[in-house]
């Protein structure tokens, strides 16, 4: 399943279905990293369906992916990437952390694991 852009939290939570359903879902979203695509898509949730819908993000994703096309000297562009693979052992680290701190493990997973 593509899901255009998740802005809000209505789509958010539609394409979370699909996941938890079994289906592969596959979404954009305009942020400057991977760790600011989890902040946003755990912020997009307020009280205390926030804890519940960050666990289905985390027990969902797989990959997160962030790119950037950068003009080079010579009018071109070039890609900046970064991502994150969501193995068990990085969605585990994020589970049993913080939930509130979610953004800040991930920037660290990111460092640590990711490109």
């Not at 939570?13 to 996941?19: P, Q």
């Not at 990437?81 to 660290?108: C, H, M, Q, W």
């Amino acid at each position: 399943i593509m899901v255009g852009e998740c802005r809000d939290a209505e789509t958010i939570s539609a394409a979370l279905e699909a996941a938890l359903t079994g289906h592969p879902v596959y979404t954009t979203l305009h942020t400057s990293g991977v760790a600011e695509t989890m902040r946003r898509l755990v912020t997009s949730f307020s009280g205390e369906e926030r804890l519940g819908r960050t666990i289905d993000i985390l027990e969902t994703i797989r990959l997160c992916i962030w790119q950037k096309l950068v003009p080079t000297v010579d009018e071109r562009r070039v890609a900046l990437r970064e991502y994150l693979v969501f193995d068990e052992e990085v969605r585990d680290i994020l589970l049993e952390g913080d939930p509130n701190e979610v953004t800040s493990a991930t920037r660290k997973l990111v460092r640590q694991k990711g490109l």
